[in-house]
């Protein structure tokens, strides 16, 4: 167990938990817990009130019909996407949820605001419900699992529940002990309020500046701000959704989380999410060499300067299951079942 108890090597499995459950449990959690639907009919109380930024927000995104568009407001989108993608990818899930790499203080709250300017709330309330995602995949307890409450609640329901608003920071004991960091999970809107500013700035100070780009502050804002969240929050939900529902399985996980090379694509490497749920703890989750990973391969280059550090690769062990696995996927996809599969890929 490491210092704070959160990683635990499980020798019998060769995997190290992220979340402090040994993984011999989960296995046999799986042959001993049916996967039903949940019976609690609160949890699905939509809290009406709270989420009308939200809808708001989507709807906003009707002002590009009046704002117009030009390149620089393209740029601006593809920019603010890929650099909080960033902060949610690396610092929202693979640091602080899993702690997959290391990191000084100070970085990692500027990772923390970059994961925040997304408004997917703050670093700890993202990261306690993903470790209990961690715990509970696809069974009771699992709150953004498709299989306990359909498609559509896994991708944009149970967020907006009274129940799922508040922090257990019992759950992330590790990172509660930062007061910078509590303060930007308890009020969570102070980074997208000083990050709709800075958009807005900046597109102002382009179309000023240099007239010819056609740009202003409002255009820069509806593009860069609302489109690129609404965007980003798709992305991030379908990891939720689609990546519990499509694609493959190359490790026989007690979930049915899926590796997707289009959701690799678009969320940053974090499409191959049936590698992830095997080893969570690895900075990186395409974890052969043609599995494209970009938020792993940023934080490579930041390693370099020595910014982040530990990066947690997966056992030499797991991949060698996993290419027994490919194997026998590819022998299944090709009309066989999945008992005859075992034999090819063993042998
Ligand atoms: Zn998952
Ligand atoms: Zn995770």
Redesign the pocket.
């Given at each position: 167990m490491d210092q704070d108890g959160i990683l635990q090597v499980d020798r019998t499995q060769g995997v190290i938990d992220?979340i402090g459950e040994p993984s011999v449990e989960r296995m046999h959690r799986k042959s001993t817990q049916a996967v039903t639907a949940s019976t609690d009919e609160t949890e699905y109380v939509i809290a009406w009130g709270r989420i009308v930024p939200f809808i708001l927000l989507h709807l906003a995104c009707g002002f590009v019909f009046v704002v117009g568009c030009s390149p620089a407001a393209l740029i601006g989108l593809v920019v603010t996407f890929l650099l909080r993608e960033f902060g949610l990818t690396a610092f929202y899930?693979?640091y602080f949820?899993?702690r997959a790499f290391k990191t000084s203080r100070w970085f990692q709250f500027v990772g923390a605001c970059l994961g925040s300017a997304a408004i997917q709330r703050g670093p700890l309330w993202w990261a306690a419900h993903?470790?209990d995602?961690?715990r509970h995949s696809d069974h009771d307890g699992d709150v953004h699992s498709p299989h306990q409450h359909g498609f559509l609640w896994s991708h944009m329901g149970w967020f907006l529940t009274e129940k799922n608003y508040r922090t257990d920071y019992s759950k992330v004991k590790d990172f509660s002990r930062f007061p910078e960091l509590v303060l930007l999970n308890r009020y969570d809107f102070t980074g997208p309020v000083l990050f709709g500013i800075l958009v807005y700035g900046i597109g102002w100070w382009v179309g000023y500046a240099v007239p010819s780009t056609g740009t202003s502050g409002w255009q820069m804002l509806v593009w860069a701000f609302v489109v690129s969240t609404i965007l980003l929050y798709h992305v991030t939900y379908a990891i939720n959704s689609l990546a519990h529902t499509w694609g493959s399985r190359r490790f026989a996980t007690d979930d049915d989380s899926r590796n997707n090379v289009w959701l690799a694509l678009a969320a940053g490497g974090e499409g191959w999410?049936n590698n992830?749920?095997r080893f969570?703890a690895s900075a990186r989750q395409g974890v052969y060499w043609w599995e494209f990973d970009t938020t792993y391969y940023v934080l490579v280059v930041l390693s370099w300067f020595g910014v982040v550090w530990g990066l947690r690769q997966v056992p030499r062990e797991i991949l060698v299951e996993g290419r027994a696995g490919t194997l026998r996927e590819r022998y299944r996809s090709a009309g066989n079942s999945a008992d005859e599969a075992s034999a090819p890929a063993n042998g």
């Open positions: 992220p899930h693979r949820s899993h993903h470790r995602h961690h999410h992830h749920h969570p």
